[in-house]
């Protein structure tokens, strides 16, 4: 399937062989099929179906806005819970989700962890693990970071 990743699962995974190799789609764990390496490929391999995704950690994971029936459909480890359904931005934290990133980011004044920050671009996680903006910027009602010029400085063409 086009744009899906390769679904890497352990060796005590349901039926797929080493590395996720497969002959068929009864050989891979759910929400995945097994797919050709590349194409034209006689090699196959788990792969997870469109909407779901996973990492070194964790077997095929609902997506931002995939439906789910429980928590640990959802990828947990971004930020994420299964609200009403469908897997959303953790409720108890206040965030947003950053398409480019596939995760849950934090918003200032949000909880963060010092070794993963987990805060929006424009700030910081503080030593007592809460995202604050950085000296020099301003918090904006979208819980991001702003710099602004001084009345008279000089700005950056296409800059508003």
Same mark, same amino acid.
């Given at each position: 399937? =086009? ?5 890497? @699962?352990?060796?005590?995974?349901? $039926?797929?062989?080493?590395?996720? /190799? ?7 764990? %759910?929400?995945?099929?097994?797919? =050709?390496? &590349? ?12 909407? &779901? ?10 997506? &931002? ?14 930020? /994420? ?11 108890? /934290?206040?965030?947003?989700?950053? =398409? ?10 949000? =909880? ?11 700030? &910081?996680? %503080? ?12 918090? /904006? ?6 710099? @602004?010029?001084? @009345? $008279? ?8």
């Amino acid at each position: 399937m =086009p744009g899906s990743r390769p679904a890497r @699962f352990g060796p005590d995974s349901k $039926g797929c062989k080493s590395a996720g /190799m497969c002959e068929s789609n009864s050989d891979c764990p %759910s929400r995945s099929s097994c797919q =050709p390496l &590349y194409a034209g490929a006689h090699t196959k391999r788990c792969r997870c179906n469109k909407g &779901y995704s996973q990492d070194s950690r964790y077997p095929c994971k609902s997506d &931002y806005l995939t439906t789910c029936s429980k928590l640990s459909d959802c990828f947990t480890a971004k930020s /994420m819970d299964c609200v009403d359904g469908v897997c959303r931005c953790s409720a108890s /934290m206040k965030q947003i989700y950053e =398409p480019n990133l596939r995760e849950c980011i934090r918003l200032v004044g949000s =909880p963060c962890g010092t070794q993963n920050n987990g805060c929006v671009d424009s700030a &910081y996680c %503080s030593p007592n693990g809460i995202c604050r903006c950085p000296p020099g910027t301003t918090l /904006m009602d979208n819980g991001k970071c702003s710099t @602004f010029l001084a @009345f $008279g400085e000089n700005c950056t063409e296409g800059i508003s």
